[in-house]
């Protein structure tokens, strides 16, 4: 783990336009910069980005983040990640927390993987481009296949001269380690030796989302019954096949601003298609779809098209995928490419227009396609019929998320009127199959089943008021936003001689209870943050949040901090005076702030207390009431004389 030591380096030395300015074109515009939007299309730019603040908000999209944010959503960075990345950036040496020695050991270990394997992409693009085996047998393999160069140095695209120890003897000879190197599979040692592992191939790298090298896929040249076809990196502390998608590295822009993902089997599928402009497509290599596959697409987007050849065991390599994707909550479509066909070649008869035509017009849903083949394979058969009926059922029960009930409604419209059954027993046979999914889940987990026939109820009477008072409820957040507001940006301000107005305000807090009223989860964890970091002498600002490994955190402090309309210097000229900013004002704003958060949380007491006093039933509970009522108007009076206010009914 990173050490907070390093981390904070790291912050202080951020420039958030020096970060995002790597990724998009920015104009100065005021005090903020503007550019074009790099998560959604846009030909106007609504991209701005506040230097002073270190935030960036699009208000065509509503993105919104910091320097780190904006890494790990751009370039689908961990936090980790995106730490490191602006640690080489700025020249931070980073500095470990103490771990466990088998933690250490590991990460050591990955990281000579990832160098071992930087050195060999390294070797196998010179052995390419600039020996002369590797241009006759190599490159001109590529060529033939119709690949341009340009797009082979893209995807660093190399070769592994026929030698038994080519790369071995090199590796060796720069002073990698035997066992590293034996363990990110680039050779094999028998009888005391080592022997390169993929002789005479064609290497593709294997990237994750940030670029480094995890492994690589070897492909044969020559025609060899007993030799396979393919020979990918064996699974070590980095190499993990059901986690990697060939060609996410270079899909994630694209897919960002399509909105959608191509999923195609093999490596030369992906690089026939960016080079033909289809860049938001990323492959399986060969393996059926995973769990951990699915969630990296789910990082991109949520819609999902699936091309696979047009033979049954096309169909069925995708059909074993469906009920993953749907689980995680992907709109998935299918596009069946022709027989005789795969992408890289169906690309190249059609061009990247016909193609791009061709799956607009043949994509299907994928739960109608899992119907339609099922329902050619039963042939009118009424028991794999009844059985049909169930799998979909199960297939739909796996919709289960809030978000996806009306979805879910769709489908069993759309499915009964195709099966020709009733859709009101499709529906009961649907969520029969949730309860048992959720029973299941709750046992798994140690959880008493919720009675899921029970009605969900609001525990309010139903009164002329009942509105009035929802409508309290709802906006108490914004009094507790503008507390926690004031006590972020002014609490190192000084409120009195040698008392800041941190100090004040938790004052407040202790004397009248105030940070147990905060409703917010996040806004009260934002209080006892800053408490907890003002007491330990570290001085927290905006950015002391901004840049928290919580994103939930990260998420309120950018809903606090707004992008403030500037005054005008013209408008400026033609005052007399200076215009009171803000910061001269920040004692009466801390003032008002916390009076109207006071008179907001008495205003919900006397609401409630009315509530309860309609329900009341005997002459005790009605005196307390009374009682109740009298003293709650005495502390509003006492707050709102203080601004001058009148109350009103």
Same mark, same amino acid.
């Given at each position: 783990m990173i050490s907070p030591d390093t +981390?904070?380096?790291?912050?202080?030395?951020? @420039?958030?336009? @020096?970060?995002?300015?790597?990724?998009?074109?920015?104009?100065?515009?005021?005090?903020?910069?503007?550019?074009?939007?790099?998560?959604?299309?846009?030909k106007t730019p609504s991209f701005t980005v506040s230097q002073t603040k270190e935030i960036y908000k699009c208000f065509g999209c509503g993105k919104s983040g910091n320097a780190i944010s904006f890494l790990m959503e751009h370039e689908k960075y961990s936090y980790v990640e995106a730490l490191r990345w602006l640690a080489n950036r700025y020249n931070v040496e980073i500095e470990e927390k103490e771990v466990s020695p088998e933690v250490r050991a590991k990460q050591q270990t990955a990281e000579s993987l990832y160098i071992v394997n930087d050195f060999a992409k390294d070797f196998f693009v010179h052995q390419l481009f600039e020996t002369e085996e590797g241009k006759t047998i190599g490159l001109?393999?590529? &060529?033939?296949?119709?690949?341009?160069?340009?797009?082979?140095? &893209?995807f660093q695209l190399g070769y592994n001269p026929q030698g038994k120890d080519t790369f071995s003897k090199e590796a060796i000879h720069k002073q990698y380690n035997e066992e590293v190197i034996i363990k990110a599979g680039l050779a094999?040692?028998?009888?005391?030796?080592l022997y390169d592992n993929y002789r005479e191939r064609i290497i593709f790298p294997i990237h994750n989302q940030s670029g480094?090298?995890?492994?690589?896929?070897?492909?044969?040249?020559?025609?060899?019954? &007993?030799?396979p076809k393919y020979i990918n990196t064996p699974e070590n502390e980095i190499y993990v096949k059901s986690r990697i998608l060939y060609g996410s590295f270079y899909a994630r822009h694209a897919i960002d601003k399509e909105n959608e993902c191509l999923l195609v089997e093999g490596y030369t599928d992906v690089i026939s298609l960016h080079q033909a402009g289809i860049e938001n497509v990323v492959a399986t290599g060969g393996t059926s779809l995973t769990p951990d596959q699915l969630r990296l697409i789910k990082k991109y987007t949520s819609n999902l098209t699936i091309l696979y050849d047009g033979d049954n065991a096309?169909?069925?390599?995708?059909?074993?995928?469906l009920d993953l994707a749907i689980e995680e909550g992907l709109q998935v479509k299918l596009a069946l490419i022709p027989d005789g066909h795969d992408p890289d070649s169906f690309v190249y008869e059609t061009g990247a227009q016909g193609f791009r035509d061709f799956i607009k017009e043949n994509k299907k849903d994928f739960v109608l396609f899992q119907l339609e083949v099922s329902l050619n394979e039963a042939q009118g058969d009424a028991a794999k019929i009844t059985e049909l009926v169930n799998r979909v059922a199960e297939t739909l029960s796996r919709l289960d998320r809030t978000e996806d009930f009306i979805r879910r409604q769709d489908y069993v419209?759309?499915?009964?009127? +195709?099966? &020709? +059954?009733?859709?009101q027993g499709l529906n009961a046979l649907v969520n029969q199959h949730l309860r048992e999914r959720i029973n299941k889940k709750s046992k798994e987990d140690g959880f008493k089943t919720p009675n899921l026939k029970a009605p969900i109820s609001i525990p309010l009477a139903e009164s002329e008021g009942k509105e009035e008072i929802l409508a309290i409820l709802r906006k108490d957040e914004m009094q507790e936003k503008a507390l926690v507001r004031v006590l972020i940006e002014f609490g190192l301000k000084p409120w009195q001689e040698n008392e800041k107005v941190a100090d004040f305000l938790f004052k407040e807090f202790e004397v009248n209870k105030l940070d147990e009223t905060i409703d917010s989860p996040q806004l009260g964890k934002m209080i006892q943050l800053y408490k907890k970091w003002y007491f330990d002498g570290l001085n927290p600002t905006d950015k002391s949040f901004l840049y928290y490994s919580d994103p939930e955190i990260n998420k309120s402090i950018l809903d606090i901090m707004e992008f403030t309309p500037e005054i005008s210097p013209n408008?400026?000229?033609?005052?007399?005076?200076? +215009?009171?900013?803000? #910061?001269?004002?920040?004692? #009466?704003?801390?003032?008002?702030?916390?009076?109207?958060?006071?008179?907001k949380k008495v205003k919900r007491l006397i609401a409630q207390n009315e509530e309860e006093f309609a329900q009341a039933k005997t002459t005790e509970e009605i005196k307390i009431c009374l009682e109740t009522q009298q003293e709650l108007k005495k502390i509003e009076k006492a707050i709102t004389s203080e601004i001058g206010t009148v109350i009103m009914k």
């Amino acid at each position: 783990m990173i050490s907070p030591d390093t +981390i904070q380096q790291i912050q202080s030395r951020i @420039d958030v336009i @020096d970060v995002i300015g790597n990724f998009v074109k920015l104009k100065k515009r005021g005090a903020n910069y503007l550019g074009l939007c790099p998560f959604h299309n846009e030909k106007t730019p609504s991209f701005t980005v506040s230097q002073t603040k270190e935030i960036y908000k699009c208000f065509g999209c509503g993105k919104s983040g910091n320097a780190i944010s904006f890494l790990m959503e751009h370039e689908k960075y961990s936090y980790v990640e995106a730490l490191r990345w602006l640690a080489n950036r700025y020249n931070v040496e980073i500095e470990e927390k103490e771990v466990s020695p088998e933690v250490r050991a590991k990460q050591q270990t990955a990281e000579s993987l990832y160098i071992v394997n930087d050195f060999a992409k390294d070797f196998f693009v010179h052995q390419l481009f600039e020996t002369e085996e590797g241009k006759t047998i190599g490159l001109s393999y590529l &060529k033939e296949r119709g690949f341009r160069e340009d797009i082979i140095r &893209k995807f660093q695209l190399g070769y592994n001269p026929q030698g038994k120890d080519t790369f071995s003897k090199e590796a060796i000879h720069k002073q990698y380690n035997e066992e590293v190197i034996i363990k990110a599979g680039l050779a094999v040692k028998r009888d005391n030796q080592l022997y390169d592992n993929y002789r005479e191939r064609i290497i593709f790298p294997i990237h994750n989302q940030s670029g480094k090298v995890l492994g690589f896929g070897a492909r044969i040249i020559k025609s060899n019954d &007993k030799a396979p076809k393919y020979i990918n990196t064996p699974e070590n502390e980095i190499y993990v096949k059901s986690r990697i998608l060939y060609g996410s590295f270079y899909a994630r822009h694209a897919i960002d601003k399509e909105n959608e993902c191509l999923l195609v089997e093999g490596y030369t599928d992906v690089i026939s298609l960016h080079q033909a402009g289809i860049e938001n497509v990323v492959a399986t290599g060969g393996t059926s779809l995973t769990p951990d596959q699915l969630r990296l697409i789910k990082k991109y987007t949520s819609n999902l098209t699936i091309l696979y050849d047009g033979d049954n065991a096309g169909i069925k390599a995708a059909l074993r995928g469906l009920d993953l994707a749907i689980e995680e909550g992907l709109q998935v479509k299918l596009a069946l490419i022709p027989d005789g066909h795969d992408p890289d070649s169906f690309v190249y008869e059609t061009g990247a227009q016909g193609f791009r035509d061709f799956i607009k017009e043949n994509k299907k849903d994928f739960v109608l396609f899992q119907l339609e083949v099922s329902l050619n394979e039963a042939q009118g058969d009424a028991a794999k019929i009844t059985e049909l009926v169930n799998r979909v059922a199960e297939t739909l029960s796996r919709l289960d998320r809030t978000e996806d009930f009306i979805r879910r409604q769709d489908y069993v419209k759309q499915v009964s009127q +195709i099966l &020709k +059954i009733e859709e009101q027993g499709l529906n009961a046979l649907v969520n029969q199959h949730l309860r048992e999914r959720i029973n299941k889940k709750s046992k798994e987990d140690g959880f008493k089943t919720p009675n899921l026939k029970a009605p969900i109820s609001i525990p309010l009477a139903e009164s002329e008021g009942k509105e009035e008072i929802l409508a309290i409820l709802r906006k108490d957040e914004m009094q507790e936003k503008a507390l926690v507001r004031v006590l972020i940006e002014f609490g190192l301000k000084p409120w009195q001689e040698n008392e800041k107005v941190a100090d004040f305000l938790f004052k407040e807090f202790e004397v009248n209870k105030l940070d147990e009223t905060i409703d917010s989860p996040q806004l009260g964890k934002m209080i006892q943050l800053y408490k907890k970091w003002y007491f330990d002498g570290l001085n927290p600002t905006d950015k002391s949040f901004l840049y928290y490994s919580d994103p939930e955190i990260n998420k309120s402090i950018l809903d606090i901090m707004e992008f403030t309309p500037e005054i005008s210097p013209n408008w400026s000229r033609v005052q007399d005076e200076k +215009i009171p900013s803000r #910061e001269d004002l920040y004692l #009466e704003e801390i003032r008002s702030t916390l009076t109207f958060f006071k008179l907001k949380k008495v205003k919900r007491l006397i609401a409630q207390n009315e509530e309860e006093f309609a329900q009341a039933k005997t002459t005790e509970e009605i005196k307390i009431c009374l009682e109740t009522q009298q003293e709650l108007k005495k502390i509003e009076k006492a707050i709102t004389s203080e601004i001058g206010t009148v109350i009103m009914k």
